[in-house]
Nanobody, 126 residues
Framework: EVQLVESGGAWVRPGGSLRLSCATS????????IDWFRQAPGKEREGVSC???????????YYADSVKGRFTIARDSAKNTIYLQMTNLKPEDTAVYYC????????????????WGQGTQVPISA
């Protein structure tokens, strides 16, 4: 059974940093493409970042323009975990963050998720 479990969400002030984790099990970790999505209250789901499979494009990474330069995605093959390091957080980054397996990475985050985690909340306010 494929499982993805997000963690690391917490309240943080604007300008602060957080690291989210996406622990996976039940899949050949290095063969999967993983997205981070987020959904803010009353808004549509938004792609945040994507990391390709090791066997595909050698772990290429993609970022939404809204987070480029502030967020970093990384894969830890020893722990079967994907991380999202978030810095210089802004109130508009407030959302529930999800990780998911997808078919491919793209700048438009067009690939539909196959397996999702339960999400982790990231509220940002002064």
């Amino acid at each position: 059974e494929v499982q993805l479990v997000e963690s690391g969400g917490a309240w943080v002030r604007p300008g602060g940093s957080l690291r989210l984790s996406c622990a996976t099990s039940g899949l050949a970790f290095n063969e999967y493409v993983i997205d981070w999505f987020r959904q803010a209250p009353g808004k549509e789901r938004e792609g945040v970042s994507c990391i390709s499979s090791i066997d595909g494009n050698g772990g290429s990474v993609y970022y939404a323009d809204s987070v480029k330069g502030r967020f970093t995605i990384a894969r830890d093959s020893a722990k079967n975990t994907i991380y999202l390091q978030m810095t210089n957080l802004k109130p508009e980054d407030t959302a529930v963050y999800y990780c998911a397996t997808v078919g491919f990475c793209s700048w438009s985050f067009a690939s539909e998720p196959d397996y999702w985690g339960q999400g982790t909340q990231v509220p940002i306010s002064a």
